[in-house]
């Protein structure tokens, strides 16, 4: 199993970056998957989650500005960032779900290897 994410990069504030996750050696309709981020010295945080049934769950801090959304037929994931803050910075992680508390980094069994965004003031 891999999980391969893109899409990051520098942008201003205000801006807006997509991010994609490419899953192979599992078919990602079968589980959850979600995108965390880990700022520098912060912990790793969920940011955005969908599950196998299409319903998606957001971090209050991301709420009305980052969209998730899979597309099982290509077997990807994808992060839309809108109205991106400075506070956005961090290594977003794509992952995907084994059980239990979707908060938890421990219910992730498959991580992605991450990609950086920057927002710049």
């Known amino acids: 199993v891999q999980l391969q994410a893109s899409g990051g990069g520098l942008v201003q504030a205000g801006g807006s970056l997509r991010l994609s996750c490419v899953a192979s050696?599992?078919?990602?309709?079968?589980?959850?998957i979600g995108w965390y981020r880990q700022a520098p010295g912060q912990q790793r945080e969920l940011v955005a989650v969908a599950n196998s049934g299409g319903m998606t769950d957001y971090a209050d801090s991301v709420k009305g500005r980052f969209t998730i959304s899979r597309d099982n037929a290509k077997n990807t994931a994808s992060l839309q960032m809108n109205s991106l803050r400075p506070e956005d910075t961090a290594v977003y992680y794509c992952?995907?779900?084994?059980?239990?508390?979707?908060?938890?980094?421990?219910?992730?069994?498959?991580w992605g290897q991450g990609t950086l965004v920057t927002v710049s003031s």
């Open positions: 992952a995907s779900y084994g059980s239990g508390n979707y908060f938890s980094t421990l219910s992730w069994n498959y």
């Open positions: 050696g599992y078919n990602i309709r079968i589980n959850a």
